[in-house]
């Protein structure tokens, strides 16, 4: 999962470009880049949080009215600072381009580029084998105007790549272009501020640079700002919208809108129905707990339905990262003594009901119980905002390999006994699904791959995850060694 934004406007648009990352780091941690464009092409990648990544004088160095900025958060790979977004190709007019999903048919593409395209593939990052499907597109149209050509290029990206991809491009010269592939998996949505066009796969990041939100791209768009700030788009192939479910449960920020629905608002509506799942199970809890930060609305939600008091018993160090989104296991599972720490004070002699966004490897949930119970706690019931997570998703969240899912072939019973919890009680995918489909009912599917195996792009075969599991176990051993 990683984060992306685009603007074009009448002033250097670096600063905002950086402030606009700031405001979806959340989307990844692992290395930040821009490209901007003038008479020149300036492009600075580095490790780190944005902030970190980018000091005043590279700010001001970045020159130009038309960006593009990248969070990364590597989903296979140690992730080389080469592989770090925006890439470059000369050719033509030299675009820039960064993109945040997963290429399903990525080693396929790569190789018909190198052995039979003759293109320069250099990187193991898959917005490489978009970038030249691109710009092949381009190449081969440059006596059209150039949304036209657009259309053309995004055409051929939609029909050769296979898998989630939204992605910004600034093309040198011509202006900033826009792609959300067919099946709409990952957000990207369009703002304006003044006369500044911007293009972010959260609109928390339109907010923060006092963006007014049009509205989301539509899944297989071409959406193109020519180089004199006018506005193009094509609906060039027929979408198949199913927008990752997982976004609302877990990764987005809660102020985000994606295609118009609240995140903030599902989280709340999640919790009435894991309330009303709490009651059937005849559960007493005296308080409810959230596990900051993503599950507090849903816990707040939870807490109001049952009339039981909310209290902060888990207090975050702010300065860590987010525990699923860094990379290597062991990091993992020493940063959560680390992260959080138990408020005795409201755990001791109760029976505590904590909420969490999801439980995916077990690793963090188990570490919690035992704190919550070393703390004074007399029952410690689970509650997960999200359905079991069973099958490993190949459209850009490292979520692990099938074999580490913690309800990879276990009941909700054996789940709760192996966590050490009194009660586990996860979201039903329909409740999920309703929570979300309230926001918006025109969308009529999600994608919910991880929870039911049904993955909506349809290319998805058993050899695909048996590369895919194999490429992360190989890269989480290269982590585990480097550690
Ligand atoms: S498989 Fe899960 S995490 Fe991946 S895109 Fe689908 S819903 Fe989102």
Redesign the pocket.
């Known amino acids: 999962m990683c984060g992306i934004l685009g603007i074009f406007g009448p002033d250097p648009v670096a600063p905002d470009i950086l402030n606009g990352l700031v405001a979806i780091q959340h989307r990844g941690q692992d290395a930040a880049g821009i490209a901007t464009m003038d008479s020149r092409v300036h492009i600075q990648k580095r490790f780190g949080l944005v902030r970190d990544a980018f000091a005043e004088v590279d700010v001001a160095r970045l020159s130009g009215g038309i960006g593009i900025g990248h969070v990364r958060y590597p989903t296979v790979g140690l992730g080389d600072e080469s592989d770090a977004q925006p890439l470059f190709v000369n050719s033509p007019y030299g675009i820039a381009m960064a993109h945040n999903g997963n290429v399903t048919n990525f080693r396929h593409l790569r190789q018909q580029l190198l052995e039979d395209e003759y293109r320069q593939i250099n990187t193991e990052c898959d917005v490489e084998v978009i970038l030249n499907v691109f710009a092949e597109g381009l190449a081969r149209n440059t006596d059209l105007p150039f949304p036209e050509a657009c259309y053309e290029a995004g055409r051929l990206v939609y029909n050769r790549v296979k898998g989630?991809y939204s992605v910004v491009a600034a093309v040198h010269g011509h202006g900033l272009v826009a792609l959300r592939d067919p099946f709409g998996?990952?957000p990207c949505t369009y703002g304006v501020a003044g006369d500044s066009h911007i293009i972010a796969s959260e609109s928390c990041a339109l907010d923060a640079l006092g963006a007014k939100i049009v509205r989301d791209l539509r899944p297989g768009e071409v959406f193109v700002i020519d180089i004199d700030g006018k506005l193009w788009s094509r609906d060039v192939v027929p979408p198949n919208h199913?927008p990752?479910?997982?976004?609302f449960v877990y990764?987005a920020r809660p102020d985000s809108l994606i295609d118009d629905i609240s995140v903030y608002k599902t989280r709340l509506r999640l919790g009435e129905h894991i309330a009303d799942l709490v009651r059937e199970r005849g559960l007493d809890p005296d308080v409810v707990i959230p596990v900051p930060d993503s599950s507090r609305p849903a816990a707040q939600a939870v807490a109001e339905s049952l009339g039981v008091k909310l209290r902060e018993g888990l207090l975050k160090n702010r300065y860590i990262g987010r525990t699923f989104i860094m990379p290597r296991q062991s990091e993992r599972r020493k940063s959560v003594r680390v992260k959080l720490s138990p408020l005795r004070l409201e755990i001791e002699g109760k029976r505590v009901l904590i909420v969490d966004d999801s439980i995916v490897r077990g690793t963090t949930m188990r570490e919690l119980i035992q704190m919550v119970r070393d703390a004074g706690a007399t029952k410690v019931y689970v509650v997960s905002s999200c359905p079991p997570?069973r099958?490993?998703?190949?459209?850009?969240?490292d979520?692990s390999v099938k074999g580490e899912f913690v309800a990879a072939d276990r009941s909700e019973a054996e789940i709760g006994e192996l966590l050490g919890a009194d009660a586990l009680i996860y979201a039903r995918q329909d409740g999920l699904v309703d929570a979300a489909m309230r926001g918006n009912p025109n969308i009529h599917h999600?994608?919910?791959?991880?929870?039911d195996g049904i993955?909506?792009t349809g290319d998805v075969t058993a050899e695909t995850l048996d590369d895919i599991e194999s490429e992360r176990l190989k890269s989480h051993k290269q982590m585990e060694a480097a550690d």
């Open positions: 989630s998996i990952k199913h990752c479910i997982f976004e990764f997570i099958h490993p998703c190949v459209y850009g969240i979520m999600f994608c919910k791959a991880c929870m993955y909506p």
